[in-house]
């Protein structure tokens, strides 16, 4: 009786046990997702246009899983990762563009996590002159010293930190009835500015260098169709999990700054704004979270994209690697960090133009990696007999022209501008 | 005209049918890996068109030349074009361009930058792989303008003198992607791999993606395979058996030495662990069933039950006869374990201290002097002091009753020390 009971309790632990295995690739790319760049853009988006907004996290959640959901498949079938089946079908050049564009895209948004964590700090009374450099070179200190275990308690921290945007959110006092109202009543503007929000919200959700990022976690955690609706659900839950983080996000601005017509530049305007209507205590929160977030992505991002330029380019790479043995993943992964900690130092950078072009050039290599992978996930070759169905193409695809569409228009609006102007 | 050309500048040049027609471009270059010890080039792909691509391929003896262009003997009516890429066993651009190949002198993985092409009497055979930066910088069409760079900074940099250049002997192709039947029979040159030593070939094989990993692994006879999956790290062999039938899982673990069988088991589910134990054979099963029962850091969780034994009346004739019968033994064999009817341990001699005596001489008066030995819940630290007090490279394990139980070789003591001073020298940073 007893070992029956034993075992039946064992075998159910298990299983929670193999799916907290399993879970990891998807939630962890979610919340890297949810970085400076994104609680930025959501905050300045439901400041400016209030609950209405809320509609766009819909599509952005379908766009979001369908691309992961590829990117899964394609690296439990291959075993590969996105750099490696790159390089092997399209040849050097492509290689080489795709991986410029990102290079400079990262260090843009690694200069906006370090902008993010420059903000934060500024509201807790320090210096960016101070909190940068010393971000700097704990990131640095984390990644060449550090060890498994330090790693897992600082990720866990930061998860639960995105929890805090739940109590900001609630603290707010949000007119639930609305932010429903938003979902089941889309109310959709015609106007440049919220096209470019739209976009803005999109985008940010779906970045390029996450699409790298998770097809390694998946081959990383070892990943094959065996275990394929395992990680189909912890796509899923990332997915799940990204998306209503952003929405709080989006709720908590909306019920304060948007109500009372505050509008924000910078997550940092965010959280000092929530002061008066929310409370010190949820403002405090909302730039603690903003930290941390910024932080955990400031140390990734550098680290991601060293790793897949060495990959694509076959040098060695990995922390788990002496500096001898990895030269170019350490000068990569140390230029990024340098070069992106500068920009923020320059007095009077021109952050916000910098921020704008990085998602200029994050958009304009996102239909490129998206084409790259379609090609790729729909080749008989590399997927074998998972390519694609009819729907996940249909949906795809539709995923696929959408956004370039979009982006198309975002860089030709601001020229209509010029047009009228003169 | 060269001896040398690079694959990456014979794609796309113009072929020229025998009136001197522009046909269409070079697009891959198919080689008949069997041929020599360098594979001969034994027919090239060209394509044409831009948005619907058409391609078509010619026998390597229906060439004239190739130069800057390459001029055919035959009229283009006789170039048969299609949408499909032609088939071929072996081509360059499919098989080993950008590709991850194994350089055997080096023992590590590389990818392909570039592919070095002999020319000899109009036949093209692919000499060397180029694994270098510079190579990047050819493709990309840079390579003047970096090495200008270069020189300007450093004359002598080896970045200009050395060239990252595997020769094709070297030069291990891997299956392309593992989850397809690759096109090219991986024994061709098995050879290859088969002169690596088993611990690199281990490191090697890690460093490969899941399904090249698998494909690699099986490819290599039984012994190797042993060999190899000993010297794996743990979660690559539970990720490689995850990939193997039960009943290639079960041959591993029966014909791995006992201990490393244990480890794994151990670590895996137990389900999956019951599930192995019904699919091996009754003596490998009592043997891993008893050693499975101990603590993994002790003394019984360390041993293996591995090892030689004879009885109190055997002799040292017995005892080197023992020791040629078990030339192959997966365990020790310098020392045998002497033991009376009821398997109680008496003592241990090595093959040192009975080879030279009198074939007659009683077994057990060669034995060790002192008598040591451990309990099978003694700690490793405990293990470890033993056998540096007593310069020995091996302790028998005893439990309660003296039977002897097993035996721990130094090996497995050091694995488990260097885990230890691991973890404390990452918790110190």
Known sequence: MIFWQKDKADSFFKNI????????????????????????????????????????????????LVVQEMNMRM????????????????????????????????IGNTATEFAGVAGSMDIFGISKYVSVPLTAVAVWILVTKGNYKISERIFLLFSVCLLSYVVSAIAAKPDWHQVGLAFVHPQIQYDKNYLIMVLGIVGTTIAPWMQFYMQSAVIEKGTTMDDYKLALADVVIGCIATVAVAIFIMVACAATLHVNH??????????????????????????????????????????????????????????????????????????ILIIACVIILIPNAPLIAITLWTQDINAMLLPVVLISMQLMVNNP????????????????????????VLTVLLMVLPAFDLFKAH | MKLFLYFSQTIGLDILDSKGQW????????????????????????????YRREYAKVSWEDIVYIEDEIRLKIPAEQINFSKEIPKCDFTLRRDIFDQQVVDIDDQRVVRVNDIQLLRAENQLYAAHVDVGLRAIFRRLGWMGMVDLIVFCFNSKSPYLTHEDLIHWKATQI???????????????????????????????????????????FKSMDAVLQNRVFTDMTLSYKEELIDQLTEDEVAQLITNIPADEAT???????????????????????????????????????????????????????????????????????????IIDDNHKYLGTTSLRRFFNEDPQTLLINTCYPENIHVSTDASVEEVALLLERHKSSSIPVLNAQDILQGIITIDDVLEELITLAWHQYKEKL
């Open chain 1, 75 to 106: 690296g439990a079938c291959t075993g590969k990762g996105l750099a490696d089946l790159i390089r092997e079908n399209f040849g050097i050049k492509v290689t080489f563009w795709i991986f410029l564009g990102l290079l400079v895209a990262d």
């Open chain 1, 381 to 404: 070759e590399i997927m074998g007999e998972h390519v694609n169905n009819k729907l996940q193409n249909a949906v795809g695809w539709s995923t696929t022209i959408i956004l370039i």
């Open chain 1, 262 to 335: 505050v509008t924000i530049n910078e997550a940092k305007d965010a959280a000092l704004a929530l002061k008066p209507f929310a409370g010190a205590l949820a403002s405090s929160i909302f730039a603690f979270g903003l930290f941390v977030a910024s932080i955990f992505s400031a140390t990734i991002l550098p680290l991601a994209t060293a790793f897949y330029i060495c990959e694509a380019f076959g040098f060695n790479a990995g922390i788990d690697k002496r500096v001898e043995e990895a030269p170019q993943f350490y000068t990569l992964f140390a230029a």
């Open chain 2, 263 to 337: 480890d794994l088991l151990m670590k895996l589910p137990r389900e999956k662990t019951h599930h192995l134990m019904g699919l091996l054979g009754t003596e490998t099963n009592k043997k891993l069933r008893k050693l499975l029962s101990f603590a993994k850091d002790s003394a019984g969780g360390l041993m293996t039950t591995e090892y030689l034994y004879l009885k109190a009346d055997a002799t040292a004739a017995d005892g080197i006869k023992k020791i040629k019968d078990n030339i192959n033994f997966p365990g020790t064999i310098f020392f045998l374990y």
């Open chain 2, 174 to 216: 891997l299956p392309k992607l593992g989850r397809m039947k690759s096109v090219l029979k991986l024994d061709v040159s098995k050879s290859k791999l088969n002169s690596i030593p088993p611990a690199a070939l281990a490191d090697i094989i890690q460093d490969l993606d899941i399904f090249a990993r698998v494909t690699v």
């Open chain 2, 23 to 50: 046909v269409a471009r070079l697009h891959d270059i198919a080689m008949n890996p069997y041929s020599d010890i360098y594979p001969k080039a034994s027919e090239l792909i060209m394509r044409r068109g831009s």
């Open chain 1, 17 to 64: 046990l193999v799916f907290l295995a399993m879970l990891g690739p998807g939630i962890i790319t979610g919340s890297v997702d949810n970085d400076a760049g994104g609680i930025t853009t959501y905050s300045v988006a439901a400041a400016t246009y209030g609950y209405p907004i809320l509609w766009t996290m819909l599509p952005s959640f379908i766009a979001l």
